[in-house]
């Protein structure tokens, strides 16, 4: 798995603009979601299988069992529509305050993104991002962590990547998380040798080596969506 973690500078553009390399990474990221979830079904299938095997009992579970069947299904649809190949174990991963985070940015920014976007929709694209996550990191209180970068709000995502223990941070924000645009800005977990290095979307363009964008149909996303079940 290759853990990331998106600033709102990066998820929201990906999110609300109809094309865009951010939003083809985003239909990539789903791909990771489905994979994760198929992965956790096979597991909660194949553990009752061998306990079963070891006392001699009988199998049940059924409707895990369709379960399964179902999210491998989804995942096979999304995977089938995308480059051969294709990765699937980039993983967003977020936290609670950063989640709270995106739905503030969502309100604030989201409609200069996207001028049709309503007070209505706000839940519906929350809701979007969340099932894109594949995990969501130990929670914790965004006053009590440290100050990582020059604007309290932004700790949270530095915090949130750096408990993920983040393959990447992806922002567009060169003022407060990329003061190193044209490379790499590092951070570490006070106490701790965990760090994290983060890039612009630019920059972390260069280091994407396993999949073309470029043959990632970015209206994908709303199938993705779908077999997400949040459409």
């Known amino acids: 798995m290759r853990p990331v973690v998106l600033d709102t500078s990066v998820v929201l553009p990906a999110v ?4 865009g390399y951010r939003r083809r ?3 990539v990221l789903t791909l990771g979601a489905l994979a994760a979830r198929r992965e956790l079904l096979r597991q909660e299938t194949d553990t009752p299988r061998a306990e079963a095997a070891s006392t001699g009992g009988q199998l049940g579970g059924a409707a895990l069992d369709a379960l399964a069947e179902q999210a491998e299904a989804r995942y096979l649809r999304l995977r089938d529509a995308l480059p051969t190949g294709c990765p699937d174990d980039w993983r967003l991963i977020v936290s609670r305050p950063l989640l709270t985070e995106y739905e503030r940015k969502l309100r604030e920014a989201g409609p200069r993104l996207d001028p049709t976007l309503r007070e209505a929709d706000i839940d519906t694209v929350r809701h979007q991002i969340t ?26 995502v530095v915090h949130t990547a750096l408990l993920a223990d983040a393959t990447w941070l992806i922002a567009d924000d060169t003022k407060h998380i990329c003061t190193q645009p044209e490379s790499i800005t590092e ?41 997400l079940g949040h459409s």
């Open 131 to 156: 099932a894109v996550c594949a995990e969501v990191t130990d929670d914790f209180d965004p006053e009590l962590i440290p100050a990582y970068t020059t604007d309290r709000n932004d700790d949270p």
């Open 16 to 19: 609300l603009s109809p094309r």
């Open 25 to 27: 990474f985003l239909v």
């Open 187 to 227: 951070y570490r977990l006070p106490g701790t040798d965990r760090r994290v290095s983060a890039v612009t979307f630019s920059r972390f363009l260069d280091h994407l080596v396993d999949v073309d964008l470029d043959h990632v149909d970015p209206t994908l996303l709303q199938v993705a969506f779908q077999l």
